[in-house]
Nanobody
Framework: QVQLVESGGGLVQAGGSLRLSCAAS????????MGWFRQAPGKEREFVGT????????YYADDVKGRFTISRDNAENTVYLQMNSLKPEDTAVYYC?????????????????????WGKGTLVTVSS
């Protein structure tokens, strides 16, 4: 059983930056593809980005490409989401999730359906 705990959310002005962290425990972290997803108020959960087990491959949603960067530290069992040039529409609860499938498969899982493990999320609020 893998436990995931997100941190780093908060309130930021438009154009600002935040870095989210997701700490994993209870499993072999390097065996899992990690994904970031988000859910805005009144909307369905959506894919943000994913990173392969080794960290060599990443995929991003079109609306965050060029602004968000996912990285991971397998020695520290942590995955990160660096968010730059934030916009009010990025306001959401951000979740990390883990799965043993490939990053390419995770990128096709709209909403993250089928991911094995989930964190409880961290709220990001971007003010205009």
């Amino acid at each position: 059983q893998v436990q995931l705990v997100e941190s780093g959310g908060g309130l930021v002005q438009a154009g600002g930056s935040l870095r989210l962290s997701c700490a994993a425990s209870g499993g072999t972290f390097s065996m899992y593809t990690m994904g970031w997803f988000r859910q805005a108020p009144g909307k369905e959960r959506e894919f943000v980005g994913t990173i392969s087990q080794s960290g060599a491959i990443t995929y991003y949603a079109d609306d965050v490409k060029g602004r968000f960067t996912i990285s991971r530290d397998n020695a520290e069992n942590t995955v990160y989401l660096q968010m730059n040039s934030l916009k009010p529409e990025d306001t959401a609860v951000y979740y990390c999730a883990a799965d043993r499938t490939s990053a390419a498969v995770v990128a096709r899982r709209r909403g993250g359906n089928g991911m094995d493990y989930w964190g409880k999320g961290t709220l990001v609020t971007v003010s205009s």
